[in-house]
Nanobody, 117 residues
Framework: QVQLVESGGGLVQPGGSLRLSCAASGSIFSGNIMGWYRQAPGKQRELVAV???????NYADSVKGRFSISRDNAKNTVYLQMNTLKPEDTALYYC???????????WGKGTLVTVSS
């Protein structure tokens, strides 16, 4: 079993920055993909960014150049640095981990990011 705890959400003005963190505990193995997804009101959950244990990253087109994902394997923690935030970035942000090769998937409870003046 894997537990994920997100932190770092909050209210920020357009153009501002936030840094999200997600700490994983439990049966985390060396091979895994950690990532961030978000769900805005009335919309489906969507990929924001993912990073493999080897450091390969992938971003949604809407956040490329503004967001940066990183991880600390020793701490089983993944981060999302969000810069130049826009009102359309407002959403509940979820941490996710996919274990390799089992494909088991785990989700955090989410942290709310609100971008508003």
């Amino acid at each position: 079993q894997v537990q994920l705890v997100e932190s770092g959400g909050g209210l920020v003005q357009p153009g501002g920055s936030l840094r999200l963190s997600c700490a994983a505990s439990g049966s985390i193995f060396s091979g895994n993909i950690m990532g961030w997804y978000r769900q805005a009101p009335g919309k489906q959950r969507e990929l924001v960014a993912v990073i493999t244990s080897g450091g390969y990253t992938n971003y949604a087109d809407s956040v490329k150049g503004r967001f940066s994902i990183s991880r600390d394997n020793a701490k089983n923690t993944v981060y999302l640095q969000m810069n130049t935030l826009k009102p359309e970035d407002t959403a509940l942000y979820y941490c996710n981990v996919e274990l390799i090769p089992s494909g088991s998937n785990y989700w955090g409870k989410g942290t709310l990011v609100t971008v508003s003046s």
